[in-house]
């Protein structure tokens, strides 16, 4: 009993802290900041049907479900970073729940626990469930239908039965299609290869329940055609189809396509999963070495409850592995599997003392405090970090009623939110053709441009301000000469 508690403490001390970094890490590079700005966009305009990219262009890239939640939470708790970041929390708590729930039914208690220690303190995890992203809700959606489907087969109670229709319809407004690709992957080789799984398939409603998933996914779909034509091909062509089949993809609106070699999601795998990956690499290589642990290891492909495990985790990363364009946090709906996995595995060197109350608890706390070290320094050290929240901050504070904000030709996407929109940018030739004005301009230079300039201004430009990349500094009001 004591162990128990000791480790629901522990996995306590994990969810706590990645409260307190949510609190406490400003904004920083490009997808936080950039999807934070659609939810405020979202709840100030009221605008519930499409996301905004700015509020000119519609953002057709994601479905909504996510920025609905954050600019819920915006709504409730006001535009914070703790409000925007507690949905992905929530979500990622969820999962966990369904964990537990599951690796309880089919395993035991024990690997319940440590399935969820190991789940909560994976590298992407952790980090994901504290980040403004679309991929823990996802993960959800997809560790919720797995979880359903498997326990539908030992408590076919409706619940669990409609729970898969309703993560499917959660999957298709926090994503998209790719849900179907990534639940009905796993499953189709398993009920194949595995008689008893097949349990489910007749236990499940299937007219009632695709209805369901239609009706609480399919009026949004239609909705956002309507308010913005063409959202429908470029989501279904260009998000589900080109961007995976061409790396680089170049009909990317709202960024740069990311292109990789393919089968480098394995790398990510490795990193995603870190540190349990590296471990369970090495321990799955021990055993192929060793003759007998071999054949051991060969003969558990007879267990269904294995099999469903094993093809849940390992078919993200083979999907992937035929794209180029992917980001580590593809990885995320394989980790639930994984870390199930990685509980049964460790039972036996659990069972060791000098294991029991070691390797596994410093493995546990690895990435958490390792991570909220990092963010304690950066909320102490802003320079270091890529946001513009404190630039910003100051430059406003410092602003009379009529003077403007401005970055040089790009406004990076956390200055965009911390400034509530109220920020743009100028090109060189404009700010040098700026008309007398009573109003001064604060503008946002990259630290390299600040002598180029100075020097197109012919004025010395004096920085009030800094952050990681860019100098701020007031260009005084120009005001027109008085007779004479």
Not at 150 to 175: D, H, I, Q, T
Not at 348 to 364: G, K, Y
Not at 417 to 427: E, K, L, M, R, T
Request: charged share 10%; hydrophobic share 55%.
């Amino acid at each position: 009993m004591n162990k128990r508690i000791n480790l629901w403490w522990l996995l306590g001390i994990l969810l706590g802290l990645r409260l307190v970094g949510m609190a406490i890490m400003p904004m920083t590079g490009t997808s936080e900041p950039r999807y934070a700005e659609m939810a405020r966009l979202m709840a100030v305009t009221g605008d519930w049907i499409t996301p905004w990219f700015t509020p000119e262009q519609p953002f057709w890239g994601k479905p909504p479900f996510s920025f609905w939640t954050e600019a819920l939470a915006f709504k409730l708790l006001g535009i914070t970073e703790f409000a925007v970041r507690l949905p992905s929390w929530l979500a990622t708590l969820g999962s966990m729940g369904l964990v537990f729930v599951y690796a309880r039914a089919y395993f035991g208690e024990r690997v319940a626990t440590w399935s969820l220690l190991i789940y909560a303190s994976c590298a992407l995890v952790f980090i994901a469930s504290g980040a403004v992203l679309t991929d823990p809700f996802l993960a959800l959606a997809t560790t919720w239908a797995m979880v359903a489907w498997a326990m539908a087969a030992k408590s076919p109670n409706w619940p669990w039965r409609y729970g898969f229709f309703v993560a499917l319809a959660l999957g298709l407004l926090a994503k998209g299609p790719l849900i179907g690709v990534l639940v009905a992957g796993p499953l189709l080789p398993s009920l194949v290869f595995y008689p008893s799984l097949r349990c489910s398939v007749k236990k499940m409603p299937w007219v009632t329940g695709l209805a369901l998933t239609l009706l609480l996914s399919a009026p949004w779909y239609a909705l956002a055609e309507l308010k913005t034509p063409g959202f429908l091909n470029y989501f279904l062509v260009g998000e589900h189809f080109l961007r995976f089949i061409e790396p680089g993809w170049a009909g990317d609106l709202y960024g740069v396509a990311h292109k990789r070699v393919k089968g480098a999601i394995w790398i990510d795998v490795l990193t995603a999963s870190f540190p349990w990956g590296l471990l369970a690499l090495a321990m799955l290589l021990r055993q192929l070495i060793k003759p007998a642990q071999r054949a051991a290891l060969w003969k558990k492909r007879l267990d269904p409850d294995l099999a469903y495990l094993l093809a849940w985790a390992l078919f993200t990363p083979v999907f992937f592995s035929l794209s180029g364009n992917i980001l580590w946090t593809y990885v995320l709906p394989a980790l639930a599997a994984f870390s199930v996995l990685m509980a049964l595995a460790l039972q036996q060197p659990l069972a060791n003392t000098r294991w029991a109350l070691a390797m596994p608890v410093t493995l546990t706390l690895l990435i958490p405090l390792s991570v909220t070290l990092y963010m304690v320094v950066g909320a102490l050290q802003p320079q270091r970090l890529k946001t513009e929240k404190y630039l910003v901050a100051h430059a406003l504070t410092q602003m009379n009623p009529d003077d403007k904000l401005v970055y040089l030709d790009k406004v990076p996407f956390s200055a965009t939110f911390y400034a509530h929109g109220q920020v743009s940018a100028i090109s060189l030739n404009a700010l040098a053709q700026v008309p007398n004005s009573a109003a001064a301009l604060y503008v946002g230079l990259p630290k390299k441009d600040l002598q180029r300039v100075a020097a197109a201004l012919n004025t010395p430009l004096q920085p009030c301000f800094e952050s990681r990349e860019h100098v701020l500094v007031v260009i005084p009001p120009k005001l027109p000469l008085l007779p004479q």
